[in-house]
C-alpha cells in the first residue's frame, strides 16, 4: 500500500457542487499539505496542519476548506466548485524534524488527484 | 520578483549528456534546500536534500549551493531516458517551522 493515499483519483464534477478529496498517511508524520498543480503555475499551498489541532491557510485558500479528523487523515472540501478549480491535486506529509537524518525533513507526497470542473 | 525561480524548459539531451538544472531565490534566509522529481501523472519524489552551502553527491546526481550567489544547481551525469521527467527545487528558511516554497519544475527530456 502506499505511504500516502489519496482519494479518488480523478475526478468530474460540475459547477456549483461541494466536493471532498480525501488524504490518508501510514507515515506516522504529524505534518500533512494540501497543494494544487497547474501548468506553469508549478505547486501551491492551500492548506495545511502541524498537527491535529493546527489548520493553517496557505498561498491560495479561497474557496477551499480543509478537516483535520485524525493524525493521518486530512480532507479538503471544495464548497461549491468553479472551473478554474481544476487542477491536479496533491496531500503531502512531513515530520516535524525533530529526529536525525536529511530525509526525514522531505515531504513525501501522493498520488494526486485530478479533479475537473465542468 | 518571485522567491524562486526556476527555468520550466523543456530540456531536450541525448542519452549520456551531463545535465545542470539550476535555481535561483531571492529570500536571504533558505538554509534547506531539495529536489524532487516528478514522473509524469505521479506525485513528486524527493531526490536529493542539502544543507546551507556545499555540494553533495548520490550516484549519478549531484546538488550544489552557492548561498552568496542565491543559487542552486543539480547536476546529472551520464543521463538516462528513464531521467525524463520533471524536476522541482525547493527549499524552506526554518527546519521544521516553515513550509517549503517550490520552484516551478523544469521538464528535462533525454532521448535514447
Known amino acids: 500500500d502506499a505511504d500516502v493515499t489519496q482519494t479518488p483519483r480523478n475526478r468530474i464534477t460540475k459547477t456549483g457542487k461541494r466536493i471532498m478529496l480525501e488524504c490518508s498517511q501510514t507515515?506516522?508524520?504529524?505534518?500533512m499539505y494540501w497543494y494544487r498543480q497547474d501548468p506553469g503555475l508549478g505547486l501551491r499551498l492551500i492548506y495545511y496542519s502541524f498537527d491535529v489541532k493546527d489548520i493553517n491557510k496557505g498561498e491560495i485558500s479561497d474557496g477551499y476548506s480543509v478537516s483535520r479528523q485524525a493524525q493521518a487523515k486530512f480532507s479538503l472540501s471544495l464548497e461549491s466548485a468553479i472551473p478554474n478549480q481544476t487542477a491536479l491535486y496533491f496531500c503531502?506529509?512531513?515530520?516535524?524534524?525533530?529526529?536525525?537524518?536529511?530525509?526525514?525533513?522531505?515531504?513525501?507526497f501522493g498520488s494526486g488527484t485530478r479533479l475537473t470542473v465542468v | 520578483q518571485k522567491e524562486v525561480e526556476q527555468d520550466p524548459g523543456p530540456l531536450s539531451v541525448p542519452e549520456g549528456a551531463i545535465v545542470s538544472l539550476n535555481c535561483t531565490y531571492s529570500n536571504s534566509a533558505f538554509q534547506y534546500f531539495m529536489w524532487y522529481r516528478q514522473y509524469s501523472r505521479k506525485g513528486p519524489e524527493l531526490l536529493m536534500y542539502t544543507y546551507s552551502s556545499g555540494n553533495k553527491e548520490d550516484g549519478r546526481f549531484t546538488a550544489q549551493v552557492d548561498k552568496s550567489s542565491k543559487y542552486i544547481s543539480l547536476f546529472i551525469r551520464d543521463s538516462q531516458p528513464s531521467d525524463s521527467a520533471t524536476y522541482l527545487c525547493?527549499?524552506?528558511?526554518?527546519?521544521?517551522?516553515?513550509?517549503?516554497?517550490f520552484g516551478k519544475g523544469t521538464m528535462l527530456l533525454v532521448s535514447p
Open positions: 507515515k506516522g508524520h504529524d505534518r
Open positions: 525547493a527549499m524552506s528558511a526554518i527546519r521544521g517551522y516553515s513550509t517549503l516554497t
Open positions: 503531502a506529509t512531513s515530520d516535524s524534524g525533530a529526529g536525525t537524518g536529511s530525509r526525514v525533513y522531505g515531504y513525501t
